[in-house]
Nanobody, 127 residues
Framework: QVKLAESGGGLVQAGGSLRLSCAAS????????MGWFRQAPGKEREFVAA????????YYADSVKGRFTISRDNAKNTVYLQMYSLIPEDTAVYYC????????????????????WGQGTQVTVSS
């Protein structure tokens, strides 16, 4: 069983920055692919970024490339999402997710592939 807890969301003006954190309560954190997803009101949950177990492969949605950075500290069982140059379209609830059995890019970028989810943290970007 993996428990995930996101933090760091909030209200920020367009152009600002936020760093989200996701702490995992599992001893084998380093074996999990970690992903960030987001869901805006009335929209489906969408992929944002992901990191394989050692950070060797990193994936980003086109909409956040060059603005967001995912990183992980396996010693702290934590994955981060650093967000820069935020725009109102980034407003959403952000979720972190974990799974150990993801191999393909399509699996890693699909919400349905992940078994474990956090409760989400709200990010609101004002114009």
């Amino acid at each position: 069983q993996v428990k995930l807890a996101e933090s760091g969301g909030g209200l920020v003006q367009a152009g600002g920055s936020l760093r989200l954190s996701c702490a995992a309560s599992v001893r084998t954190f380093s074996t999990y692919t970690m992903g960030w997803f987001r869901q805006a009101p009335g929209k489906e949950r969408e992929f944002v970024a992901a990191s394989t177990w050692n950070g060797g492969k990193i994936y980003y949605a086109d909409s956040v490339k060059g603005r967001f950075t995912i990183s992980r500290d396996n010693a702290k069982n934590t994955v981060y999402l650093q967000m820069y140059s935020l725009i109102p379209e980034d407003t959403a609830v952000y979720y972190c997710a974990a799974d150990r059995l993801l191999h393909s890019t399509s699996q890693i970028m699909r919400a349905g592939s992940y078994d474990y989810w956090g409760q989400g943290t709200q990010v609101t970007v004002s114009s």
